[in-house]
């Protein structure tokens, strides 16, 4: 059974950085993607990022794209989140999910389709 084990949420100042990370402990498998979502209080789950293997391709939310970065590390089955010039609205519970087998790249914006789920990570972001 695999389990998402997140770190590095926090409470920062708009304009600061902050680096999220997730590790997937008994992950075997060399096909997967790996995602963040975030959702506030009464809004829907927002697609942030996701990298996928094998490949390594990525793929990124528009509202997030050019400030936020995904990388993975294949060794420590870990992803991390890089979030610079974070704004007020980017305030959320952040959370890791998984998917197992890789799914096609037109799909990973997709809730639905991920298998696990970390425990959700609070950033909030204000002056």
């Known amino acids: 059974q695999v389990t998402l084990v997140e770190s590095g949420g926090g409470f920062v100042q708009p304009g600061a950085s902050l680096r999220l990370s997730c590790v997937a402990s008994?992950?075997?498998?060399?096909?997967?993607?790996m995602a963040w979502f975030r959702q506030t209080p009464g809004k829907e789950r927002e697609f942030v990022a996701a990298v996928g293997w094998p490949g390594g391709s990525e793929a990124y939310g528009d509202s997030v794209k050019g400030r936020f970065t995904i990388s993975r590390d294949r060794v420590k089955r870990a992803v991390h989140l890089q979030m610079n010039t974070l704004k007020p609205e980017d305030t959320a519970v952040y959370s890791c999910?998984?998917?197992?087998?890789?799914?096609?790249?037109?799909?990973?914006?997709?809730?639905?389709?991920?298998?696990?789920w970390g425990q959700g990570s609070q950033v909030t972001v204000s002056s």
């Open positions: 999910a998984l998917r197992i087998p890789r799914i096609i790249f037109g799909r990973w914006r997709d809730a639905t389709v991920y298998n696990y």
């Open positions: 008994e992950l075997s498998s060399d096909s997967y993607v």
